[in-house]
T-cell receptor, first 113, second 112 residues
């Protein structure tokens, strides 16, 4: 049983570019959350997707957007990249019947130069 | 706003000793408190969790205690082993908000 998988593992972009990160949830899970983890910090909630809709959003600008597909996988898009967007982006999946418990993937390390 | 404070930021213990990490949350409506272990280059791994209707939960060498009145919860690791070395994060969630508020992490080093 595969856990939460994220791709790519590493990514290097330059300021102003756009990036798309991908996440496949754990088998049986229907809800995906995205977090940003800056170096040496705890993860910060970006948003959560359920039934292909954004259900909750953290304090992130509109440059951060997402999508959930019918197979429950999800994408995180970041436009107009800033140096400060450099971080580890984590995807977490959960089952709506036990929504509290979130399982994390290994993350995508984004470097913005 | 919602906030979770975590202490200490670093903790070194001798192998076999106990380690305690403490967190304080600000939202009195928080009702779910997971703990995660993050090893270098990996995502956070859930190691134990507790809900607000329970005061203590134990799983082998790991235990978590919750004091709702004081709004703090703690992770206890007994008989520490070198493989326990990692960064540990506490988090708090309020039912219906769908988001975790994480602490800033504790780097635990278990010295052999």
């Amino acid at each position: 049983d595969a856990g939460v998988t994220q791709s790519p593992t590493h990514l290097i972009k330059t300021r102003g570019q756009q990036v798309t990160l991908r996440c496949s949830p754990k088998s049986g899970h229907d809800t995906v959350s995205w977090y940003q983890q800056a170096l040496g910090q705890g993860p910060q909630f970006i948003f959560q997707y359920y039934e292909e809709e954004e259900r909750q959003r953290g304090n992130f600008p509109d440059r951060f957007s997402g999508h959930q597909f019918p197979n429950y996988s999800s994408e995180l898009n970041v436009n107009a990249l800033l140096l400060g967007d450099s971080a580890l982006y984590l995807c977490a999946s959960s089952y709506s019947g036990a929504a509290d418990i979130q399982y994390f993937g290994a993350g995508t390390r984004l470097s913005v130069l | 706003g919602e906030n979770v404070e975590q202490h200490p930021s670093t903790l070194s213990v001798q192998e076999g000793d106990s380690a305690v990490i403490k967190c304080t949350y600000s939202d009195s409506a928080s009702n779910y408190f997971p703990w995660y272990k993050q090893e270098l280059g990996k995502g956070p791994q859930l190691i134990i969790d507790i809900r607000s209707n329970v005061g203590e939960k134990k799983d082998q060498r790991i235990a978590v205690t919750l004091n709702k009145t004081a709004k703090h919860f703690s992770l206890h690791i007994t008989e520490t082993q070198p493989e326990d070395s990692a960064v540990y994060f506490c988090a708090a969630e309020t039912s219906g908000t769908y988001k975790y508020i994480f602490g800033t992490g504790t780097r635990l080093k278990v010295l052999a």
